[in-house]
């Protein structure tokens, strides 16, 4: 490591303190699988009472979002803070006090996007672990192609009146609002359409059905929109649109771009997950054969060298240089690794992870969820398009 | 800001045709362009500015490798200014800063003997270095000595009993022949003979028996110069494929209209991205912690073999007919990713390090 200035040093020291005095000992077991993440929302449940001591407590020191500006319920860290405190939750395998579509997709949308109005209303429930999001993009027959998207928003003068179906809406069946792209001009050509609306999902003529999946869970849904009046404005006076009527494309890939980096890390292992090679080693408790460790350490560089990408993208989009189409190429390598890593653990776990809940407990479901890494929010094939030709500028 | 300098010097002094044109006079060492270079700093990017360096760093001497990879830069900037510096650089004597001057200012150029076989493996070297009286007699034979065919001195890695010993010779002492090696890259190679060569105490570099407190560093800091120079010869075979894919037509279209190279082309762009953020870690962890750089070099230079193989590949394979032959430059650059591929420790070699720090 290098030196740390002055400044990081004595904020590492201090939150250090603050972890020690306030992080529940339950809570430092932060690779633990993914049904121990707390969503948040008007419904939840909480495990524990160390659940919930742990997101209050993060929440009112602006820990679960923590680079979003204090006003809308973060810490205002810088991103070399932000360093800092994620390295020290890894230090003593804190779990993340909340993870939700609010913090990793709306939140930067409305940050980007919102007015003052809507900052202030969506922001801070979003960061304190009240209002649980999701995402309303794909439909049955807009996925790859999303800007076909057809569910239908008239404006009916103080209401939008939305009909349609949304399909592949994560935990739509235990979210509090949607954030939705809807038709809003039949007329215009398919990008200039659409516009960007929040939706509350309480709102009469809003069902959603579970889809199960081949791992044999149902973390998506679809939904569906039967004559459901959203109000223009709310209650408190603030709009359901983000950005500009008919102009939702825009807010729409923004989004899409932080939700392709946050889908990318997932295969590199960051945050103190243990390498491959030594994972496979304790499941075969022996050596590896020649093929298999040498996969393993092909997938262990790869890791490494993403893990550093995502690094160095992130200090470019915060040093103020856009990262915007180069998102694609995170996402793609981000997932297929992801995808060789689960086979190498199914492959290293023989005849016993071939077994529901058996010796090697999620693996199973979890390999088989790894294959919809490539495929949700937008494909390997998607990406390679986009950077052949933004990137490179390849002829269409 | 460097880049850009460096870019604009070898487009004009050291581009692919300067390669080309000494190949074909038979020649692998151009003094004056070294000369040139070392007028600029680049010979002693590494070296303290009470030598006569500019004293740039690790990172600093990566751009200016990937700089020369991108058109094929033959000069003796890694075996001299990057690895012989930095063995220099270990060893706090007078002798030492004379030599660390004369690398900065060009006149005096190095070479690592050190393979014996056709893997690196300095760790298994097995040519004596027998003592006799005050002094010591190497007997045996190096291949593979990059600028070994040019350069005024040798660092020579040789068994001493029971540990390894680092020597600084001069690459004319009595008893040494240079067989000069006809390389693929076009490149300065040499077989070195060793026929009971004498040296003294005064030409071990660092300590008897402890070659690698010496020369560990300098090996990494050569592998992760090599790394960004690999790099730098993908982009430039990649630039050249992506200009191709824009302007050549077949059944009517542009063949960069095709998915199935389109495709192709962004995941070779995407393992640029991937293996740039390698480099330039192992730059950094040079610069800021160099005890601690071992893994960071061995993915950069792990990632950097890949990724200039598979530049070259398809590079050929894009181009189609023309991309085989010699009228064109693509050869070239596959010649160097083979040859940078296998120098100082090839991908299993570097795999094999970050398996065995990553605990497997």
Not at chain 2, 50 to 67: I, K, N, S, Y
Not at chain 2, 191 to 212: C, I, K, W
Not at chain 2, 288 to 300: F, G, K, M, Y
Request: aromatic share 8%.
């Amino acid at each position: 490591m290098a030196q740390e200035t002055e400044e990081l040093a004595g904020f590492r020291a201090e939150l250090r303190d603050w972890l020690e005095e306030n992080c529940p000992a339950e809570m430092r077991d932060g690779s633990s699988p993914e049904d121990h993440t707390c969503w948040g929302g008007r419904n939840w449940v909480f495990e524990s009472d160390a659940q919930k001591a742990w997101l209050n407590r993060c929440a009112a020191q602006g820990y679960t979002v923590p680079t979003w500006p204090r006003e809308y319920g973060g810490a205002g860290l810088s991103r070399a803070e932000e360093k800092v405190f994620l390295s020290e939750l890894a230090r003593i395998d804190a779990r993340l006090p909340l993870q939700s579509f609010g913090i990793w997709m709306l939140g930067p949308a409305l940050l980007h996007f919102g007015t003052p109005e809507q900052k202030a209303h969506y922001l801070p429930p979003i960061a304190r672990g009240e209002v649980r999001w999701c995402q309303g993009y794909s439909e049955p027959g807009a996925g790859s192609d999303l800007a076909s998207v057809q569910t239908k928003c008239e404006d009916k003068g103080d209401h939008y009146l939305i009909n349609g179906q949304k399909i592949w809406t994560s935990y739509a069946d235990k979210a509090d609002m949607i954030f939705a792209l809807v038709r809003s001009d039949r007329e215009a050509k398919k990008h200039l359409g659409i516009t960007f609306l929040l939706i509350d999902m309480r709102n009469e003529g809003v069902s959603t059905r579970p889809i199960k999946l081949i791992s044999g869970v149902s973390p998506f849904c679809e939904t569906f929109f039967d004559n459901v009046v959203v109000p223009k404005v709310n209650d408190e006076g603030i709009s359901a649109v983000v950005g500009t009527v008919n102009r939702g494309w825009d807010v729409a890939k923004y989004l899409l771009t932080h939700e392709r980096s946050m889908i990318s890390a997932m295969g590199t292992g960051l945050g103190g997950a243990r390498p491959l090679g030594a994972v496979l080693k304790d499941d075969l408790d022996g050596d590896l054969d020649t093929s298999l460790r040498a996969a393993a350490m092909k997938a262990e560089i790869d890791s490494l060298a993403i893990g550093l990408t995502l690094e160095r993208y992130k200090d470019m989009a915060n040093s103020g240089q856009g990262v915007g189409d180069a998102s694609a190429m995170l996402k793609y390598v981000g997932t297929e690794l992801n995808k060789d890593r689960h086979e190498l653990m199914m492959s290293a776990g023989g005849s016993d992870a071939l077994e529901w809940g058996g010796a090697f407990g999620d693996r199973p479901a979890d390999w088989l969820r790894t294959k919809a890494n490539s495929i949700e929010g937008g494909t390997t094939e998607v990406m390679l398009g986009i950077v052949s030709r933004r990137v490179l500028g390849l002829p269409g | 800001m460097l880049a850009e300098s460096a870019r604009g010097f070898l487009d004009e002094k050291a581009p692919v045709k300067h390669l080309r044109d000494m190949r074909d006079a038979g020649k692998t060492h151009d003094p004056a362009l070294w000369k040139e270079m070392a007028e600029m700093g680049w010979a002693g990017i590494l070296i303290p500015e009470e030598f006569g360096g500019v004293d740039m760093g690790h990172a600093a001497a990566g751009v200016l490798a990937t700089e020369m990879g991108k058109t094929l830069v033959a000069s003796p900037f890694l075996s001299s200014s990057v690895i012989a510096a930095t063995a220099l650089k270990q060893v706090s004597d007078a002798r030492a800063g004379e030599a660390l001057a004369a690398i900065a200012s060009g006149e005096r150029t190095y070479a690592l003997a050190i393979d014996e076989k056709s893997k690196f493996n300095p760790e298994g070297t097995e040519m004596p270095a027998r003592r006799e009286g005050n002094g010591f007699r190497l007997s045996g034979k190096k291949t593979f000595v990059i600028d070994g065919g040019f350069a005024d001195r040798l660092l020579v890695l040789a068994r001493t009993g029971d540990g390894l010993t680092l020597f600084d010779i001069p690459a004319d002492r009595a008893g040494i022949t240079r067989e000069t090696q006809s390389m693929i890259d076009s490149r300065d190679a040499a077989r070195v003979v060793f026929d009971e060569v004498e040296a003294t105490g005064e030409d071990v570099l660092g300590q008897v028996d402890d070659a690698m407190s010496v020369l560990k560093p300098a090996l990494e800091a050569g592998q992760a110069a090599l790394a960004a120079e690999l790099s730098g010869v993908a982009a430039g075979a990649f630039g050249m494929t992506v200009g191709y894919l824009k302007e050549r037509k077949q059944f009517g279209l542009l063949i960069g209209q095709f998915q199935a190279l389109q495709h192709r082309a962004a995941d070779l762009w995407c393992q640029t991205e991937v293996t740039a953020s390698a480099i330039a870690h192992a730059g950094r962890m040079l610069d800021a912690d160099p005890e601690n750089a071992t893994l960071a070099v061995s993915l950069a230079k792990a990632r950097a073999t890949e990724t200039a193989k598979q530049a070259v590949i398809e590079g050929v394979q894009m181009h189609g007919g023309i991309g085989m032959t010699d009228a064109f430059d693509m050869g070239f650059f596959m010649k160097r990713a083979r040859a940078g591929a296998e120098w100082l420790g090839d991908y299993g070699y570097h795999a094999e390090t970050v398996a065995r720090l990553k605990g497997f």
